[in-house]
């Protein structure tokens, strides 16, 4: 169950971070120039490398890694949140 959920989960930080990265917000001029190679791709690997951590951690007894991934997506969509509607 604790799979479904990362899985679940990182779907959505995937939009979320998907969504940033076209927002065109000032805030990404400020980003090292990490986040722009590539035109945000290796942001998205970076993404991608942390939720299959999370999902082969907990798939192999490391049932607290889910409940961290869960922090992690929530501090995620607050941050977008933030970002998208210019609160920042």
Do not use: C, D
């Amino acid at each position: 169950m604790m799979i479904l959920m990362i899985f679940v989960l990182g779907i959505g930080n995937f939009a979320l971070h998907k969504a940033v990265l076209e927002s065109s917000h000032p805030l990404l001029g400020q980003v090292p120039s990490f986040v722009h190679m590539l035109g945000g791709r290796m942001s998205m690997v970076t993404e991608f490398l942390v939720l299959l951590a999370a999902l082969l951690l907990v798939a192999n007894g490391w049932p607290a890694i889910g409940w961290a991934y869960l922090a992690y997506s929530a501090l995620n969509s607050v941050a977008a949140w933030l970002i998208l509607t210019n609160r920042v």
